[in-house]
């Protein structure tokens, strides 16, 4: 387990949208001088919370891995409905096929 942050999670947002507001004309390490902090520091804050930000526009909220398990089990679900429809499909032309000898 990673050790506590000095920072708040406040002051990290903040620090973010400091950046993100410069619209890509100041570098990671102007704003973070400015900050008293390093420019790693702030670049690594930005990722996260371009990574959070993709994972949160999932469909209905969910993460990406979640959305795949939920289409895997859609997937397999929808699967073996098809083959019970098959199955309906042959009894249904074998009972057709019957009794249309039956009706000779």
């Known amino acids: 387990m990673g050790r506590q942050s000095q920072y708040t999670e406040e002051f990290r947002r903040d620090a973010v949208a400091l950046y993100r507001a410069g619209g890509g004309t100041r570098t990671y390490a102007a704003v973070a001088s400015d900050l008293g902090i390093s420019g790693e520091t702030l670049r690594t804050w930005v990722r996260k919370d371009n990574a959070s930000d993709q994972g949160s ?31 309906e499909r042959e009894i249904l032309r074998r009972a057709a096929a019957y009794f249309a000898q039956e009706m000779k």
Do not use: M, Y
């Open 57 to 87: 526009a999932a469909v209905g909220g969910e993460t990406a891995a979640d959305e795949l398990a939920r289409l895997r089990a859609e997937n397999a679900r929808l699967r073996s409905s098809e083959k019970e429809w098959q199955l």
